[in-house]
């Protein structure tokens, strides 16, 4: 290897360094028995205990995850048609603000879609009477309204991608246009689906911003309630969530890696 | 053939949805806070007055949300400050992305592809404890301070928790994969016999990089940097969860008019303000991806 070739991999290790490190010290610290963040008091599992018996903590994590699954069946059903509409329909009325709308949630501050959506929720109320307050429906419409476009993004692609003449063949040999998709299309695309249903999972239970807007008293998310312990400050107990959230990710790209990779050799 | 699904009938039926959901849930309500950022504030629920008085048939609209906004330097300094950290953002994620996306682009390609997986990984789990790590490495009794004072490298603790280079830190952490994809889709792309042409030309491996690569990687490096200004500058939770009570962004500040304050017009108007002054990389980056997109499309 050549000088050049190991300054480069030297500044990508220090760049793999960056973006791991933080997320290791907080695994390892939150086995630290001291409360003090700096101050290693010996290996425990308190902090783990004692987030198991925050009432709070647990039914915000059940509320997240039954919002975050809801939010991806609906921002993947939604998010594949408008890929279809945008592979598929070259031309039509408003196209150009169809394109617009599909696109700007991607790069808008979520600040401002927070904001406009819960203007949105509170004038509808006063106008037909629903939705009643802020609860778990708005915190869903909220999370679609921006992670459908993240599924676009992903469908899109591989909607382009895709070979027409497996269609055109259905269609020759007389099937229906719906048939068609479903049988032809759909299982083509369908590891865009996943990708996108599980983006859209991870932006959901993930969001801070849009949900302090769009939730109420009745429906706390599980951010929300990170979000305030740790305007206080550090806590073990946090240390302690990050890492469960930090496993079941690992386990997940794990078993996604599996599902792809054995795909893949039946495919080849 | 005319098929349902290529009809008028089956196109309307499929488009509907989206279509419907986004108009809906995201046009109008924009239109909402156009309006509310020109209705007076009132005590009361909701607080603030209808712009339009039915009873009188009158026009109610008021530009006090705005000449708040000039007349008091709280918001400039905010936008000032805004536009500060998210620049600075930018070049540090340039400054560490370029040389990541071109390590991995020139690396072997059976490995290209788990060294990208790395780069994406973190962005899995949550964006919040992300940010949340940097505090305990940062503060002033933090490890960051503690591993300097044990090498001997500094006698006194840094503040470095509370600054903008705290914030900056947080911004350069967790936006730098968007800079590095788009920029190693460029770089993996690029033919590399231009590169052997300059050199057989008598080219040295800095001026060819400087002459051919940087320019052919200029879409990635435009991409990248819309991918990491844009949502910078409207960033609320890193400034408040390093920054200190100085750092003040425009994230910060509408946050504040609207949960503490309570000031709906007000925060619509730095709302209206923010998406004024993000106008123009927003639909530099939508013309942008557009181009892209009938290329691959």
Not at chain 1, 122 to 146: C, K, N, Y
Not at chain 2, 62 to 68: C, E, N
Not at chain 2, 145 to 154: P, Q, R, S
Not at chain 2, 247 to 254: D, E, R
Request: charge should be neutral.
């Amino acid at each position: 290897m050549n000088n050049r070739g190991f300054a480069l991999y030297t500044a990508l290790a220090l760049v793999y360094a960056f973006l791991y490190l933080p997320i290791m010290l907080l695994v390892i610290y939150s086995f630290n028995a001291s409360k003090l963040v700096t101050v290693w008091g010996g290996f425990s599992t308190r902090w783990y205990g004692e987030l198991l018996q925050d009432e709070q903590v647990l039914g915000a994590a059940w509320l997240s995850l039954r919002i975050a699954f809801l939010n991806a069946c609906l921002a993947t059903g939604l998010g594949t048609l408008a890929a279809v509409v945008l592979v598929r329909f070259k031309r039509f009325s408003g196209r150009a603000l169809f394109t617009g709308m599909v696109s700007a949630p991607l790069v808008m501050p979520e600040i401002i879609t927070g904001l406009a959506l819960l203007l949105l929720f509170v004038g509808m109320e006063q106008v037909l009477g629903w939705p009643d307050g802020r609860s778990m429906t708005t915190i869903v419409i909220a999370h679609v309204t921006f992670s459908l476009s993240f599924v676009t993004v992903v469908v899109r692609s591989r909607l382009a991608q895709m070979d027409r003449s497996l269609e055109e063949a259905a269609m020759d040999l007389g099937a229906r246009p719906l048939t068609v998709f479903l049988r032809i299309t759909l299982p083509i695309i369908a590891p865009a689906l996943a990708a996108g249903w599980l983006l859209a999972f991870t932006l959901s239970i993930d969001d801070v911003v849009i949900s302090a807007f769009v939730s109420g008293p009745g429906a706390t998310p599980l951010p929300i309630v990170i979000f305030s312990k740790v305007r206080l400050g550090v806590s073990p107990e946090i240390n302690a969530l990050a890492t469960i959230v930090v496993a079941l990710v690992a386990v997940a790209i794990a078993v996604a890696g599996r599902v792809m990779m054995g795909k893949e050799n039946q495919d080849g | 053939m005319k098929s349902l699904l290529e009809g008028r009938a089956g196109r309307f039926l499929v488009g509907l949805a989206p279509y419907a959901w986004l108009a809906v849930f995201f046009l109008v309500p924009f239109l909402i806070v156009l309006k509310i950022s020109l209705s007076e504030p009132q005590m009361g629920i909701p607080p603030y007055m209808p712009l339009v008085d039915w009873a009188e048939g009158a026009f109610k609209g008021t530009l006090a949300g705005y000449r708040t906004l000039l007349g008091d330097d709280l918001y400039l300094f905010a936008y000032l400050g805004s536009l500060r950290l998210a620049a600075m953002a930018t070049l540090g994620c340039l400054a560490l992305g370029y040389p990541a996306a071109y390590a991995i682009a020139r690396a072997p390609r059976h490995r290209r592809h788990a060294l990208l997986m790395l780069v994406a990984l973190p962005f899995w789990t949550s964006f919040l404890i992300r940010v949340y790590a940097w505090i305990g490495i940062l503060k002033t009794e933090g490890l960051l301070n503690m591993a300097l004072m044990g090498l001997g490298i500094i006698s006194e603790p840094l503040q470095i928790l509370e600054t903008d280079i705290a914030v900056t830190i947080g911004m350069v952490y967790s936006y730098l994969p968007f800079m590095i994809l788009p920029l190693y889709a460029t770089l993996e792309k690029m033919d590399l016999s231009l590169l052997e042409a300059a050199a057989d030309l008598g080219c040295r491996p800095f001026r060819a990089f400087l002459s051919v690569t940087l320019p052919l990687s200029m879409p990635g490096i435009i991409a990248g940097c819309m991918l990491v200004f844009i949502p910078a500058v409207g960033e609320f939770v890193i400034p408040d969860l390093l920054g200190g009570p100085d750092t003040l962004v425009i994230g910060k500040v509408l946050w504040a008019e609207f949960f503490d304050n309570r000031d709906w017009p007000t925060a619509s108007a730095v709302a209206v303000a923010m998406l004024v002054l993000l106008v123009v990389p927003i639909m530099a980056f939508q013309h942008f991806e557009a181009k892209r997109a009938e290329r691959e499309g």
